[in-house]
């Protein structure tokens, strides 16, 4: 049962992520993305992190892509779709380059022991447990991932914001 | 509770995301759909590590996963406002055409 809903998200992902990177329209590929977003925080679901899933569709597809959304329709990308490339061959040297990449991940991964999961040693992410490790372990990347955040948002707006002349 | 899912099957599963955000990423030419490729590939790698905190029982995985979605934010943040700026100064978000420093 869990291997059958493994195999239709694992395949509604593979699919999405296919139609961000061959699509024609920008806010098509947004929208693609947001289901790959989602289909991934469901095989977060599966694989017991239950907070990650949750934050994953939370700040992933209800914050990050609306920021695409903002961005596609202001550059004018959906009215306009992509001319050709001006490198003639660059589109079968990249899918080459990207199955050259894919056997050498699938050879790693074949290398040894990922076999089923030892039963008995999993733990659930719940919320609780996960904050209990993130403030007392991992306290400093914390403080820093906030203080990043704070670096981040004063950038941004310094760099999108109109010149006065 | 059932069996769980075999490790070398999600990791497959990353691989093949990230080589498509990889693809994506050398082909596309809209700036935005470079960064969306980008992504891709971040969520492949939030995959392997919530795979490999599944299979040690350890949350360390997870707690990794989180601040990968942090700093994607902050990083879409960052690089969505540079194509803001760029697009109010060229008038094009297309990479081709971005070439003033090309020799």
Avoid at chain 1, 23 to 30: C, D, F, L, S, Y
Avoid at chain 1, 33 to 50: D, H, K, R
Wanted: charged share 10%.
């Amino acid at each position: 049962m869990e291997a059958a809903v493994f195999l239709v998200v694992g395949l509604v992902a593979v699919i999405a992520a296919a139609m961000v990177v061959t699509g024609r329209n920008a806010v098509h590929a947004a929208l693609f993305l947001i289901i790959n977003i989602v289909s991934l925080a469901i095989l977060f679901l599966l694989l017991g992190a239950e907070f990650v899933a949750a934050i994953q569709i939370v700040v992933y597809a209800g914050a990050i892509m609306v920021l695409f959304l903002y961005v596609v329709m202001f550059s004018g990308a959906a009215a306009t779709p992509e001319g050709p490339d001006r490198l003639a061959w660059q589109r079968r040297i990249a899918v080459v380059a990207g199955l050259m990449l894919l056997v050498l991940a699938v050879k790693v991964i074949s290398h040894g022991g990922l076999g089923p999961v030892p039963a008995g040693k999993q733990v659930a992410g719940s919320p609780a447990v996960i904050g209990e490790i993130v403030f007392t372990q991992y306290a400093l990347p914390f403080e820093i991932a906030s203080l990043l955040l704070l670096v981040a948002m004063v950038g941004a707006i310094a760099l999108a914001k109109e010149k006065k002349e | 509770m059932m069996e769980a899912i075999p490790t070398g099957y999600c990791l497959f599963l990353s691989a093949i995301l990230f080589t498509i955000g990889v693809v994506g990423f050398l082909t596309r030419r809209n700036a935005v759909l470079v960064f969306m490729c980008i992504e891709i590939m971040l969520n492949a790698v939030n995959l392997s590590f919530i795979a490999f905190a599944r299979r040690l029982g350890s949350l360390d995985g997870q707690v990794a996963v989180l601040f990968v979605i942090t700093v994607a934010a902050a990083e879409v943040a960052v690089g969505l406002s540079i194509i803001v700026a760029l697009f109010r100064k060229r008038k094009t978000v297309d990479v081709d055409q971005i070439d003033l420093m090309k020799w």
